[in-house]
């Protein structure tokens, strides 16, 4: 009796105020990292499509390319007479501090810091898989990292990363000719058919490599560290460790005895 009072006070109550589940639901759903990745990278099409001309630029949308030990999946790649441009979307919050050189960035929220890998690094596999498979020359594929406007940046960032309109005026600052309009078709046909089909499969057979790198690199350092420490700090005799920098993100080997030894290693 009273189980099914409670089921007919529930249902009386979703009756009422269904809406309110609705938009529970929905403002939870655009707090997930995948849905902002994708209205990042929606934005981003939007406004390249906007500014740029379509009878000079054609925009390709994620991209899934085979590599020789699984797929790399690329957010958008702009086809123009002026090369090709390999665009990388970070959909961020919170301020960005980096360089070209550094192998992690740094984004802090408030008082919380984390690290992420260059995505200028990250890119230039995108960008080295797409000179492969189409045999183009190196001046001829471009680099871009776009943020999106919730990122500021906290440090002077390279001349191809900044948000989507620092990305537009970058690419059209390219105006030296490397492609013919034939040349450009036969590009963007041969792109067609070497790119992967786009679907759920292909989706989680690139999600699935890319858990297997992240396994691998996480594997790798535990073999590292425990190697590191079976040396010995010349100052202290105490065992050296793997260790991170705060402040840039990179790795380095110090005296397990810090702070009271700063001895730092190669």
């Given at each position: 009796m009273d189980f099914y009072f409670f089921v007919n006070l529930f249902l009386n109550a979703l009756?009422?105020?269904w809406f309110v589940l609705i938009f529970v639901l929905v403002v939870n759903l655009f707090r997930l990292p995948v849905v902002k990745?994708?209205?990042?990278?929606?934005?981003?099409?939007?406004?390249?499509?906007?500014?740029?001309?379509?009878?000079?630029?054609?925009?390709?949308?994620?991209?899934?390319?085979?590599t020789s030990n699984g797929t790399t999946q690329i957010d958008h790649i702009l086809l123009s007479p002026f090369?090709?441009?390999?665009?990388?979307?970070?959909?961020?919050?919170?301020?960005?501090?980096?360089s070209e050189r550094q192998t992690k960035w740094t984004q802090q929220i408030y008082k919380h810091k984390s690290s992420f890998q260059n995505p200028l690094r990250q890119n230039y596999k995108h960008t080295e898989t797409l000179r492969d498979l189409l045999a183009l020359p190196l001046e001829s594929v471009h680099s871009v990292v776009v943020f999106t406007a919730r990122a500021k940046f906290k440090t002077d960032m390279p001349v191809n990363v900044g948000y989507v309109n620092d990305a537009i005026s970058f690419i059209q600052s390219h105006q030296q000719v490397c492609f013919s309009e034939l040349q450009m078709m036969e590009l963007a046909h041969q792109l067609s058919a070497k790119k992967l089909q786009a679907g759920l499969k292909t989706h989680l057979q690139h999600v699935k490599h890319v858990r297997e790198?992240?396994?691998?690199?996480?594997?790798?350092?535990?073999?590292?560290?425990?190697?590191?420490?079976?040396?010995?700090?010349?100052?202290?005799?105490?065992?050296l460790v793997a260790r991170k920098n705060r402040k840039t993100g990179e790795d380095f080997i110090g005296c397990s005895s810090y702070p009271k030894c700063r001895y730092i290693g190669n």
């Open positions: 009756s009422q105020y990745g994708m209205i990042g990278e929606w934005y981003v099409n939007l406004k390249l499509t906007r500014a740029l001309e379509r009878q000079q630029y054609q925009l390709f949308k994620n991209v899934t390319l085979p090369g090709i441009f390999v665009i990388e979307t970070k959909n961020m919050q919170g301020w960005i501090f980096g790198i992240v396994e691998y690199k996480q594997q790798s350092h535990q073999i590292k560290d425990k190697a590191v420490v079976k040396r010995i700090c010349p100052r202290c005799d105490s065992g």
